[in-house]
Every structure is written in structure tokens, then in C-alpha cells.
């Protein structure tokens, strides 16, 4: 899929935005805080229905404003076919969702339409922060390509949270009830788990060729193992014996909200025996990896749903506390022809020019400062 065109009102410290983009390579550089980010979350927010900054969609509405509005205009770039998106929110009302003039009854219906991976210096907490940001690596991947894992996450997050409800209770729960709600965790835990360690499967040699071509060393061997709950045997047996005891903690012990990822390097752990720059080489590799994987399920039909197109790919900010080295691995690789259209930000002029000097395809140049992109 590719943006031609984005317009932007009130969204963050972005009052009127208008932007012919190029099919290819798109630059943004500037200082720190003049809105370079809020650009690449814009077209994120079209892609997901929600910002990658603020999970509070009313924070992103611009300090002294109302509403925001977010305008992309979109082409298939092998059927020319054209998507017209538009999402905008109004202070107290609900955000909505507009396809080709036609509004969403459910975002969930939306996601998937625009692939896209997005790569940030926030991505570091794949490798330092807690399992859920490891799980949330893993579902939004798959999310894109399969719309019934969205469903299926869904459906289970909502049992779980009233089954932790009536953990908390101080009245005994209602049995019946709860038998239901165990039933329907899982149920969905299944469908869960398989798609998961599927994808890891699937997605493990690619993520190992990536780290490779960026590190260029022989003496760094990167691994990723899905770990699953799943493992213990199936969920509702466990949910069942384990009743009384999570009565005591107030929560539930099983189930995939436990899943996680070891991200391994030599063996061992990186969060714990990897340097700053091997962390960032080994998430940004991840996402990159990502992109590779969700490039090659684009021409496949997956969960009832046709994937719309090569993923646009988002680097924000990446290049920072790497060496010269890696930088140019990377610049080298994401200038070549396996990529889409791609939107980089970057305080630093001179990666972009290096960037721009080693590609061949075209590219627009912006400059953002104090709100206003030229």
C-alpha cells in the first residue's frame, strides 16, 4: 500500500499539515520536539486506529483545540486500486473511522487494510521491559494478517478480565458462571497459542538472517524462543484445579496474557549480557524482520482476509548510539529494492543524506520545525 497524500488538523503539535508524498523514500529531519515523530504517528493512527505514543486518544489533540482530523489517500501499487481513509475525534465523543466514505461500526474491521511495521527507540523495551511488550510484538503482527486472532484476543482478554473480577470479589462466585467464562478462555487460548508459536516458527530464520546482515560478525549467534503456558497442557484443566488458589492472589496464573519471548544472544539472555549496541542491532533486526515476514504474507489471503499490499515501513530516530559500522549496514539495506515506501525521521542530516545518496529510487526531503513541515 502506498500514501500518496496526508493531510493532518490538530494532531499533537501539528496544526494543518498537507503532504504530496513520494512513493518511495520520505525524509523528515529536524530538532527534537518540533513534530518529526508526530508525522510517522499520524499515518500509524491510520493504519491502527490508535496512536503509537498515547493510548489516551483525547492527548492527541492539539493544545487548544477540539478535534483532530487525519486525512490519507492510499493506492494498491499493483491494482491501482485507491482507499480513502479518514479518522478524526471530537473533545468527549467517540473517534470514528471513515473508509471510503462509509464508517466503521467496528475499528477491528480496519486493521489489516494498511499494513505497516513501525521501528522507534521505544522498541528497546521488546528487549528490556516486561512479557507484555513481547506479546504485544507478537499480536500485532499477527493481527495484520489474520483477522480471526484479533477476534479470538479479543474475545479472550474480555473473559479474562470478568474472571479476574470474580477472583477479586469477596462474595464466592457464581460457578456456573465462571465454568462459562473458563470455557470461552479457552477456547480462545488455542487459537492463540497455535497462531503464536506458528508465527515464531516461521518468523525465527528470518529475524537470525536480518541480525546477521546488520552485525556482519560470526561471533554473535541471536535466538528467539516463544515460551507458552500452553507447554503445562491444555488451559481449562489448569484454570479448574488452579480455582482456589488464585481465589487467595486475586488473578489469573495460566492462560497466553503469560506468554512471552526470550530474545537470546550466545545463549544467554541480552537483556542481561548484551551492550547498548547490540541491544538496539538485535530489536531493530526484530522489526526489520517483521516487516520481511508481514511483506511475504501481503500476497497471501490469511483469516478471511486479502492483505492489502507491501507493509509502509516508519523509522523513527533509529540511528542514534550505533556505530558508524551498523549505521551503514542499515542505510545499505533499507535503501535497496525489497522495501516499499518508507517515511525516516532523524535529527541528524547526514544519515539521511547517506540514505539518499545510496538509493536509486525516489525520495521527498522534508523539514519540520515548530509544528510546520516544508
Known amino acids: 500500500m502506498i500514501l500518496r497524500q496526508l493531510n493532518i488538523i490538530s494532531y499533537r503539535n501539528l496544526q494543518e499539515v498537507s503532504l504530496s508524498l513520494s512513493d518511495n523514500v520520505n525524509c523528515f529531519v529536524g530538532h527534537n520536539g518540533m513534530g518529526k515523530t508526530n508525522v510517522l504517528d499520524a499515518v500509524y493512527y491510520l493504519s491502527f486506529c490508535k496512536s503509537s505514543v498515547n493510548s489516551q486518544d483525547a492527548l492527541n489533540v492539539r493544545h487548544g483545540d477540539e478535534f483532530f482530523m487525519l486525512d490519507g489517500r492510499y493506492v494498491q501499487e499493483h491494482s491501482g486500486v485507491e482507499e480513502h481513509i479518514v479518522c478524526s475525534l471530537k473533545q468527549g465523543q467517540r473517534k470514528r473511522m471513515?473508509?471510503?466514505?462509509?464508517?466503521?461500526?467496528?475499528?477491528?474491521?480496519?486493521?489489516?487494510?494498511?499494513?505497516?511495521?513501525?521501528?522507534?527507540?521505544?522498541?528497546?523495551?521488546?528487549?528490556?521491559?516486561?512479557?507484555?511488550?513481547?506479546?504485544?510484538?507478537?499480536?500485532?503482527?499477527?493481527?495484520?494478517?489474520?483477522?480471526?486472532?484479533?477476534?479470538?484476543?479479543?474475545?479472550?482478554?474480555?473473559?479474562?478480565?470478568?474472571?479476574?473480577?470474580?477472583?477479586?470479589?469477596?462474595?464466592?462466585?457464581?460457578?456456573?458462571?465462571?465454568?462459562?467464562?473458563?470455557?470461552?478462555?479457552?477456547?480462545?487460548?488455542?487459537?492463540?497459542y497455535e497462531a503464536r508459536a506458528a508465527f515464531i516458527a516461521a518468523f525465527r530464520p528470518i529475524f537470525q538472517q536480518l541480525y546477521a546482515r546488520l552485525c556482519n560478525s560470526d561471533f554473535e549467534q541471536p535466538d528467539i524462543t516463544y515460551v507458552s503456558h500452553h507447554d503445562r497442557g491444555d488451559l481449562l484443566p489448569l484454570l479448574q484445579s488452579f480455582r482456589e488458589k488464585e481465589r487467595i492472589v486475586g488473578y489469573t496464573l495460566h492462560g497466553p496474557h503469560r506468554d512471552d519471548i526470550l530474545c537470546l544472544l550466545n545463549g544467554f539472555e541480552l537483556r542481561r549480557e548484551g551492550s547498548q549496541g547490540q541491544t538496539k542491532t538485535y530489536f531493530i533486526s526484530l522489526k526489520l524482520a517483521q516487516y520481511v515476514f508481514l511483506r511475504n504474507k501481503c500476497a497471501e489471503l490469511a483469516g478471511g482476509r486479502a492483505v492489502a499490499g507491501t507493509p509502509i515501513l516508519l523509522l523513527d530516530d533509529i540511528f542514534d548510539k550505533l556505530d558508524a559500522g551498523r549505521v551503514a549496514r542499515i542505510i545499505e539495506y533499507v535503501s535497496g529494492t525489497d522495501f516499499g515506501q518508507i517515511f525516516i525521521t532523524d535529527t541528524n542530516r547526514e544519515h539521511l543524506d547517506q540514505i539518499l545518496a545510496a538509493t536509486t529510487r525516489d525520495y521527498r526531503l522534508f523539514n519540520v520545525k515548530d509544528g510546520v513541515v516544508e
Open 98 to 192: 471513515r473508509r471510503n466514505d462509509k464508517e466503521y461500526k467496528r475499528l477491528v474491521e480496519h486493521v489489516g487494510l494498511i499494513p505497516l511495521v513501525m521501528i522507534s527507540p521505544s522498541d528497546s523495551l521488546l528487549i528490556s521491559g516486561g512479557s507484555e511488550e513481547r506479546r504485544r510484538f507478537m499480536d500485532m503482527v499477527i493481527s495484520q494478517y489474520d483477522a480471526n486472532y484479533l477476534e479470538q484476543l479479543m474475545r479472550y482478554q474480555k473473559a479474562h478480565q470478568q474472571r479476574n473480577a470474580l477472583l477479586k470479589a469477596e462474595a464466592d462466585p457464581d460457578a456456573q458462571y465462571m465454568a462459562i467464562l473458563e470455557e470461552m478462555m479457552a477456547d480462545s487460548a488455542k487459537y492463540l
